[in-house]
Structures are given as C-alpha cells and as structure tokens.
C-alpha cells in the first residue's frame, strides 16, 4: 500500500513502463481503483482520499451521478423522500442543501451530486467515459490489475491494492429480445438510457412496454403529451399516491433543527425509511380498522402504507388486506370497469417493488391512452410501424421500453473480474451472487462490493445503505494499512452460511412468490435467487459485530504470507 499522501494525485505515480505495451506494466499505481461515481462511488473516493490514499473513479458515463446520470425520462424522480435520500456525512451539507419537493426529481438530484462532488472537489479523481473492462487478481502480489477502455482512445491499464465495486444495482438495462425490435423505424428509447437532450411527443403516436416504477413514473407524462399512448402491460402493478408536492419551510426548518434525530429513527426502522411503523399485526385489528389504517396512510401517501402492520410481507391476511384496499381504489379511480380490473394486480404486495404515482391510475380515463394486455398473449413482433400484439398492429411514431434492469447482478458481472486460479465472479456466480454480507465474495481478495447482493441495499434507502458500506470499506482498508495486512478475503465458510442466512430470512416472507427483479425473475435465464438481505437494521450490528471481532468471517494475509497463505476456498 502506498504511503499516506495529502493529495491522491500526487500519489498516482505514473509508471516509468507508460507507454510500454499495456501488457508489460501498469500505467498507474493506485491503492483503490473505483468503478462507478454514482453516490457510491463518489463518496468512497471523499472517504478514502480524506485517509491519505490514492484512488481513481472509473466511470463509463460522460458525467457523474450514475442510476441518476441516466435515467433522465419524463417524470423521473425518487420514490424515497428527499429529506431522507441524501447525504449524512457532512452536516454542513445537510443544513445548507435546500431541497424543493417532498420527492425530488432526477434533475434536482443531479444538481445535488454536482454540488457534493465541486463542494468536495471529487471531480479531479473522477475519469469519465472509461470503462472497466477486466480485474484480475495476483496472487503473488495481492494486487489487482485494471484494464480500461475508453471511446476513441487507446486501452489503459491500472494497478490497484484493492477494487471497490460502486457499480450501482440498478445499471445495466433489461432490453428484452423482442422479435423484430431492430425493424422499428420509429423514434425508440429506454427509460434507464434517456437521451440528455429530451423527447417531445408533441403530437406523436407512444408505445410504452412495461408498468413498473419508471413507466408508473412517465405515463402520466407522456399521454398529457401526446397524440395517443398506448401501454403494454405485462403485469399490473401496486402503486401508491405519492403526495408530492412542494417542502414547506417550516417542515424543513423543522428537520434541520434536529436532523440526527431523523436519522436515528431511519436507522432503527425496518428498510432504514421513517415509516411510521406500527408494531402491531394486522389480525389484532378487525377488518374495519384496517380499512381506517390503510384510508389513513393512503392520504399521506409513499412507502409509509407498507408501514400499517408489522406482518404486511410475512402475513397472508395482512397482505391479502392490504392487497384489497388498493384494487378498491383502483375501481374507484379507473372508470372502464375492465380496465380497472386489468389494472387490479393479484399478486402479493410488496413482492415487486411498490410503485409511488402521481396520477397514474387517472391516465387511463384519459380518451388517448389505451391499454393492452400482453399477459396471456405476448408481444410477438416488434414491425416497422409498431408492435404487434395477438395478430394485431399497433402504430407507434415512438416506442418507449420501461423493461427495468438487470438489477444487482448485471453491472457486476459486466467487468471480466479473475479472481484467485483464475477463476470468474461470472464463474461462481452461475447458479446466483454468493457473497459475504454482500460486501465481499470469497476466492476475489480485496474486492469490495459496495450495497451488492445479499446486503440490504435495494431493501432499504440507499443512501444511508451506501454510506454505511462505504464506512465499513473505507475503516476495512485503513485497519489493514495500519497493520500491514495486504489482503482480506471473506470465508468460504462464513460466506456460506451467510447465504444460507439471508435465504432463510426470505423464505419466512412473501417477497418470492412473484416475478420479480429482486429475484432476477425478470431477466430470462438468470438464476432465480432472492438478492437483497430483508435484515435491516440488525445487518448494521452485524457488520459492526465482524469488525470488533477482528473482521471474523474474513481471512487475512500479511505480505510476507502471501505466496504461503491457503486459499479460504479450500
Ligand atoms: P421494472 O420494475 O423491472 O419494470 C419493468 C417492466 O417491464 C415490468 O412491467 C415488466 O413486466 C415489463 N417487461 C419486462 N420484460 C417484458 C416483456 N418481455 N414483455 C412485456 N413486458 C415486459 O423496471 P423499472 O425501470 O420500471 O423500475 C426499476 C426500479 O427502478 C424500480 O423498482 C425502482 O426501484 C426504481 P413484468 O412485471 O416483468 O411482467
């Protein structure tokens, strides 16, 4: 590991061997190599670099921001409350950011990121448009070679004591292998890939694919915009009201004036978000009472519905409750009975991720938005003009895919990363992620996985979720500097049983009994495993608990031992 510096570039000694073939040498050393400069990857790079270390950020996107970076379509915005998705590391940033709205759109949390990273001066140890191609591990020498590409230009290669994985859960989009999609001659976007520049579908004939969280988002949107849209429906969905709406000053003055309180009651709750949850099962009220709870959290709006009874996932009468209040408002809003129904999900609640709309189930009163049902009829053809549904040709001008991603996964296997004998991360994760508190996977030494699978992540809000990684990482690394430790690697053994563990905890829920991105169940051919960790917030002990322990459940290996120390995959 380098010696602690004051400024990173300073300590990312140019290699002599630059400029020699890539394959010979590296043509920079680091001490932490970040891929990704979404939330993750940007406050890693402030931790890291504020311990002495050099670190560069490999980004493949020509800005910063990530999850936030992308998807830039009409209507996007975060489904957790901005006065909670932010950051909590710096409380001079926490007072002075002024956020606009209860929720905040994709713009206004870009313009936050842009802040954090010039307030911070991150962007110097940022390098964009570079994408991280391969990471292969030395034994010998316990480091990790980099290869990067970068468009236009010529391969780069780096080394690094440690990797750490910001590659975000939800990067890699899901395009679906639509017969016929490349015959399109119409305008064809993806939410998670919006063009920068926008759309107008000023007069223009839309079809949507899709009724998940971004097409919930930008339906509403796009029919008020264009001429028809027509809405490929594959699955209904649950949606909340959101009740967004502008922050009133008081409410904010409120939190600012004791914002670690807030923060102390997420930390405690289920899923890290103040729901106001309620320790109460939903067969110790009658089914009236249920109804006033459920009315009650319905005019609020958000995520805290989930928040009216303790078993609402565990608990078929507390689901199967909760299920039926929202298709009633679904009858009550949707006028075309049929339509109503078709929109009336039927599976578990909370088993995909909830949706937060503003107007969605009113769109489909509107005289211009028509609804298909592909759910017994697939769409079988992607044409020139449109798509093609159970013998029938929709005309489209412009064809919008709101098909989700390759969640948890995807951006992780997209890197050819060898670990110890050369073997894959794609390799050992054939059959599904296997992974150590979803920060580390065993045989891959000084890799870290910042919220990966089976840690609580997507379950939870992100951005304390990040941040509480990017700590454990950060205060991992500096514990091995100060001891002279060059590598740590998660037990295979510690590792299994962990996995074991947050299977078992999902089992005892609801959550697998759709098709869900959690599951994988939406990509075909990918392994139908439950990814997340539903243990928030004892995860938090645990980590805390593995690190005063001596970081039990990991091997570590002095340099002199390196060439000797058995492998923790036996
Ligand atoms: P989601 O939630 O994965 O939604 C994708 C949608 O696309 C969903 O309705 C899918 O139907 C539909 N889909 C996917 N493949 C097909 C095919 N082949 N045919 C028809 N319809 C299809 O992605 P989002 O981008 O909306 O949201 C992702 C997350 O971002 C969200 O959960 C929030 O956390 C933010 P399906 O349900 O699979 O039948």
Redesign the pocket.
């Known amino acids: 590991m380098a010696e602690p510096v004051s400024s990173s570039m300073e300590s990312q000694k140019l290699s002599s061997a630059a400029g020699k073939s890539p394959r010979t040498a590296p043509q920079r050393e680091l001490d932490v190599v970040v891929v990704g400069a979404g939330f993750a990857g940007l406050y890693m790079l402030h931790r890291l670099r504020g311990m002495g270390f050099s670190v560069r950020v490999y980004e493949l996107g020509t800005g910063i921001g990530g999850t936030w970076f992308w998807n830039r379509y009409p209507g996007a915005r975060c ?1 957790v409350e901005s006065m909670e998705y932010s950051y909590q590391f710096s409380k001079e940033l926490q007072q002075d950011w002024e956020w606009s709205e209860r929720y905040a759109t994709q713009p206004e949390i870009l313009r936050y990121i842009d802040h954090v990273a010039d307030r911070f001066d991150l962007r110097r140890d940022v390098q964009l448009e570079t994408r991280v191609e391969t990471a292969t591990f030395d034994e010998a020498t316990g480091r990790w070679e980099v290869e990067l590409s970068r468009a236009g230009g010529s391969p780069e290669r780096v080394s690094a004591q440690h990797v750490v994985l910001a590659t975000g859960c ?1 990067s890699v989009r ?1 395009t ?1 292998k639509f017969p016929g999609l490349d015959n399109f001659q119409g305008e064809k976007y993806h ?2 890939n919006w063009p920068h520049s926008g759309v107008d579908f000023t007069g223009k004939r839309v079809g949507i ?7 919930v988002q930008s339906i509403p949107i796009i029919a008020e915009q264009s001429s028809h849209l027509t809405v ?1 429906q ?2 209904p ?1 649950y949606s909340i009201p959101a009740r967004n709406g502008q922050l009133e000053a008081e409410e904010v003055k409120r939190v600012k004036a004791d914002y670690d309180a807030l923060r102390q009651r997420a930390s405690q709750v289920g899923f890290g978000i103040d729901l106001a949850p309620r320790d109460r099962t939903a067969k110790e009220d009658t089914p009236e009472e249920r109804k006033r709870e459920f009315e009650e959290r319905w005019k609020k709006g958000g995520f805290g519905f989930l928040g009216a009874y303790s078993d609402i996932v565990t608990d078929t009468v507390a689901n199967e409750a909760a299920q039926e209040f929202v298709r009633e408002k679904i009858h009550q809003v949707v006028k075309d009975p049929k339509i109503a129904e078709l929109l009336s999900p039927k599976t578990v609640i909370g088993c ?2 909830l949706c937060l709309d503003t107007g969605y189930f009113e769109t489909f009163n509107r005289d211009n938005v028509t609804l298909i049902d ?1 759910s017994g009829s ?2 079988e053809e992607i044409t020139a003009k449109g798509v093609k549904v159970d013998g029938r040709e929709h005309e489209l001008d412009c064809l919008v895919l ?4 390759d969640a948890m996964t995807g951006s992780l296997l997209a890197i050819d990363t060898k670990g110890r004998g050369g073997r894959t991360l794609r390799q050992k994760w054939a059959e599904g992620p296997r992974s150590y508190l979803g920060i580390q996977s065993a045989g891959f030494p000084n890799l870290f996985i910042i919220t990966g699978p089976q840690s609580p992540s ?1 379950l939870t809000n992100m951005l304390p979720s990040i941040e509480q990684h990017v700590n454990w990482i950060a205060d991992c690394i500096g514990h091995l500097r100060d001891h002279e430790v060059a590598t740590i690697e998660a037990d295979l053994e510690a590792e299994d049983q962990w996995v074991a563990h947050v299977n078992e905890v999902a089992g005892g829920t609801l959550l697998l009994t759709c ?1 869900s ?1 959690y599951l994988g169940a ?1 990509v075909p051919g990918k392994p139908r495993v439950f990814m997340p960790y539903l243990g928030f917030p004892p995860y938090v002990e645990k980590c805390n608990d593995v690190v005063a322990k001596g970081y039990e459940g990991f091997v570590l290996t002095k340099q002199s031992d390196l060439a000797s120390a058995p492998s923790p995959q036996g």
């Open positions: 489904d939800l899901n679906p939410t998670g694919i899709g009724t998940g969280s971004s097409a490929f594959r699955t969905n995909k991720r592909v697939p769409i709101a098909t989700g991603f997507v098709n991105w939406n």
